[in-house]
């Protein structure tokens, strides 16, 4: 099921830099919007199916600026940054 069909806000159809944008705009500006991550199908670089959780900590780390990461990656470590500076709960 696309996203949108639950009524929620998606960038897959952007450009890499405008999802970038996007995510960062919403995870730093916009604190009273509810975040939805659906990491389904992702696995870890070393091949484990992780957890939720082990998955969104790995893809953190991954998505650090200077490392070589995916579009996924990128995007929970701006929303880990943005837990991180307060910026959201």
């Not at 897959?12 to 939805?36: F, G, K, T």
């Not at 600026?65 to 709960?89: D, F, Y």
Request: glycine share 8%.
């Amino acid at each position: 099921m696309l996203p949108e069909a639950n009524g929620y806000k998606h960038f897959l159809d952007n450009s890499l830099e405008d999802a970038m944008a996007n995510v960062r705009h919403v995870a730093h500006e916009q604190p009273n919007i509810r975040i939805h991550v659906v990491l389904d199908g992702f696995i870890m670089p070393n091949g484990k199916r992780g957890e939720p959780q082990e998955l969104f900590e790995d893809f953190y780390k991954e998505g650090m600026v200077g490392k070589s990461w995916i579009t996924t990656q990128c995007e929970m470590n701006i929303l880990g940054e943005s837990v991180r500076l307060e910026n959201r709960s």
